[in-house]
């Protein structure tokens, strides 16, 4: 585990970003199995349609269908993780996520990771999604609705 925040910690800093670290998907799933907490930022309509992470919590970081900013997140994260405890944010490519750990981490939060490549991964040349990274691409757990 310690090996793997490392090298999260390393590509943090080296993309100059504010949170604990960035962790590719099979390393957030490894520290998942370890007892770290995987919060998806998806939208409620995203885990139903398009799949989520068994044993994920569910923070929603814009609301739908408006797609304004849940008003609550820190709220709600604040009820489903302690301010010390690792966690990693998941969105659909990591954008989300992204901005998820920064905010988390503002808050005080100590242990905030994003994960590259979210749920879904980059689009390729063709604009599809699931074939250039991505949770389910490296195929880790998830579950259809």
């Known amino acids: 585990m310690d090996d793997i ?3 999260a910690r390393e590509r943090a800093k080296k993309l100059g970003l504010p949170y604990a670290g960035a962790l590719l998907p099979a390393e957030a799933h ?3 199995k370890k007892g770290a ?3 998806d930022v998806r939208t409620n309509a995203e885990l139903h349609f398009v799949g989520s ?3 994920s919590e569910l923070i929603e970081w814009n609301t739908y269908p408006e797609g304004h900013r849940n008003p609550a997140f820190l709220e709600e994260l604040a009820e489903a993780v302690r301010k010390d ?3 990693m944010f998941l969105c659909r490519s990591g954008v989300r996520s992204h901005h998820a750990a920064i905010a988390a981490t503002e ?3 100590t242990e905030a ?3 590259l490549e979210g749920f879904e ?3 390729d040349a063709g604009g599809h999604r699931n074939v250039a990274g991505g949770w389910k691409f490296a195929r880790l757990p998830w579950v259809q609705s």
């Open 5 to 7: 925040k490392k090298r």
């Open 30 to 32: 490894a520290l998942m």
């Open 37 to 39: 907490k995987l919060v």
């Open 53 to 55: 992470v068994p044993g």
């Open 85 to 87: 405890a690792p966690m």
């Open 107 to 109: 808050a005080g939060w």
């Open 113 to 115: 990771y994003n994960i």
């Open 121 to 123: 991964g980059d689009k």
